[in-house]
């Protein structure tokens, strides 16, 4: 009897699923929570850009290379290795909030409204690579430029 009724709604399922269609839906997290925002794209950008004015602002130690302090040299070579870690870490997670963005948020109705999201999108995650090759105050400044873009429509959106 059990093996019956098991058997009777595998066959239920399987007709269901044959003349409704499941949907499928992803979010960030994989759970479709609803929850975005360009907030965490935009604080990787600015401390990208806070990174590159901190690498500017770093000078070797005094009578480099002439005379060679080995712990001056070592403390200006930390500091410089940390700044630029922290703005390839920010150039990358910078990118991966703005793809969560791209590929889970906005929809095809969101394209229709606001037909600049490809070209918005792709030059920012390109800024986003160049940052991280470079240390460059135009690019950094750039990307600062082009997420507050991408913020605006999202936030257009909501």
């Known amino acids: 009897m059990i093996v019956d009724i098991i058997t009777f709604m595998q066959c239920i399922s ?11 839906a992803d979010a960030h997290c994989d759970i479709p929570c609803g929850i975005y925002d360009a907030t965490p794209a935009k604080i990787a950008a600015v401390t990208v850009l806070r990174m590159v004015l901190q690498i500017k602002e770093l000078h070797p130690p ?4 002439l005379t060679l302090d080995i712990n001056a040299m070592k ?10 870690a922290v703005k390839e870490q920010h150039a990358e997670l910078c990118k991966k909030e703005l793809l969560i963005l791209w590929t889970d948020f906005f929809k095809a109705e969101h394209l229709e409204k606001f037909p ?9 995650t390109k800024l986003c690579s160049k940052n991280k090759q470079e240390v460059n105050e135009d690019a950094a400044r750039d990307l600062v ?3 507050d873009g991408i913020a605006k429509v999202f936030y257009d959106t909501k």
């Open 14 to 24: 399987q007709f269901l699923d044959k003349i409704i269609p499941s949907v499928r």
């Open 62 to 65: 005094a009578g480099f290379p």
């Open 75 to 84: 403390a200006f070579a930390q500091s410089m290795m940390r700044r630029i």
């Open 116 to 124: 600049q999201l490809h070209v918005l999108f792709w030059q920012a």
């Open 145 to 147: 430029a082009a997420v």
